[in-house]
Nanobody, 110 residues
Framework: VQLQASGGGLVQAGGSLRLSCSYS????????MAWYRQAPGKERELVAR???????NYADFVKGRFTISRDNAKNTMYLQMNSLKPEDTAVYYC?????WGKGTQVTVSS
């Protein structure tokens, strides 16, 4: 199983980014996938989860701003992030537990 997140960067508050997570391996392992994030000095936390093609969980702090989706034909999961806030600054990881990809840094300036 391999996962690779990309799409992070530096953006001003109120801006948008779209993260991508490409994955490969046994397809049944990818039914339940999620985005997590970890800010400096904080524990890793769940951002959003998608089961098969249905978003099932959003953390309260991203509801209405972030959208999780996937394109099975491209073996890619996405996280569309709008109305970004400085507190969204973190390393974002895609995962199908217990497998984790390398994170991508998102920095939101005020």
């Amino acid at each position: 199983v391999q996962l690779q997140a990309s799409g992070g960067g530096l953006v001003q508050a109120g801006g948008s980014l779209r993260l991508s997570c490409s994955y490969s391996g046994k397809t049944f392992r990818f039914n339940n996938m999620a985005w997590y994030r970890q800010a400096p000095g904080k524990e890793r936390e769940l951002v959003a989860r998608i089961v098969r093609n249905e978003p099932t969980n959003y953390a309260d702090f991203v509801k209405g701003r972030f959208t999780i989706s996937r394109d099975n034909a491209k073996n890619t999961m996405y996280l569309q992030m709008n109305s970004l806030k400085p507190e969204d600054t973190a390393v974002y990881y895609c995962a199908t537990v217990p497998y984790w990809g390398k994170g991508t840094q998102v920095t939101v300036s005020s």
